[in-house]
């Protein structure tokens, strides 16, 4: 039997560390919650930034928190491209040797020297749901996408925590591609 899954759609965003937060918004400064993501304890901001390259300005990319340990924006390839950055693909947190970007807040900026990724498509999924599609945390696998646009995304990755709530994530690009919208349903592929 497959194991069916819903879609999550992740914009483009930015994650910061409260070293940054406090640069970019002022010392002391507390990001404020304007509604939870599927994904337990994080939650969307009402804090937004703008994304700088070589090329051009990404203005207004919502922050997501909580607060993290490094500072790390998250792109689809046709914003990076619009400000002239080239992203790895990686997953959230693998930060070496990605894009150097600059970030600016109302009260300063950051000019990160790695820290820009295309990120990853992945599967967040508990250990019962994993146990159920007969998956492992840090398995590979495919995903087959059905309707007018269905395709096939390969080289998905499988992210399995007890506190996941179990949906793919794809950027808005792989989403526009397979004609996918939040919360569809999708399948894994062994």
């Not at 914009?11 to 304007?34: I, M, P, R």
């Not at 790390?72 to 790895?88: F, H, N, S, Y």
């Amino acid at each position: 039997m497959a194991y069916k899954l819903p879609v999550g759609i992740s914009n483009k965003h930015v994650h910061l560390s409260q070293e940054d937060l406090e640069t970019l918004f002022g010392k002391g400064y507390q990001l404020t919650k304007t509604k939870d993501l599927n994904q337990p304890g994080q939650f969307a901001t009402a804090e937004k930034v703008d994304v700088t390259g070589p090329k051009g300005t990404l203005k207004g990319l919502r922050i997501l928190g909580p607060v993290r340990s490094q500072t790390q924006v998250e792109l689809a390839a046709t914003d990076a491209r619009t400000i002239g950055v080239k992203c790895p693909v990686r997953l959230s947190g693998k930060l070496k040797d990605s894009a150097a970007v600059t970030i600016t807040g109302p009260c300063g900026s950051i000019d990160l020297k790695e820290g820009a990724i295309l990120a990853m498509r992945h599967i967040h999924i508990t250990p019962e749901d994993a146990k159920i599609a007969g998956v492992v945390g840090k398995d590979t696998v495919s995903v087959r996408v059905g309707g007018e646009r269905g395709l096939v995304f390969d080289n998905v990755a499988v992210r399995c925590t007890d506190t996941s709530f179990t949906e793919l994530h794809l950027d808005t690009d792989e989403a526009n591609a397979a004609g996918v919208v939040n919360d569809q349903l999708v399948e894994i592929i062994l």
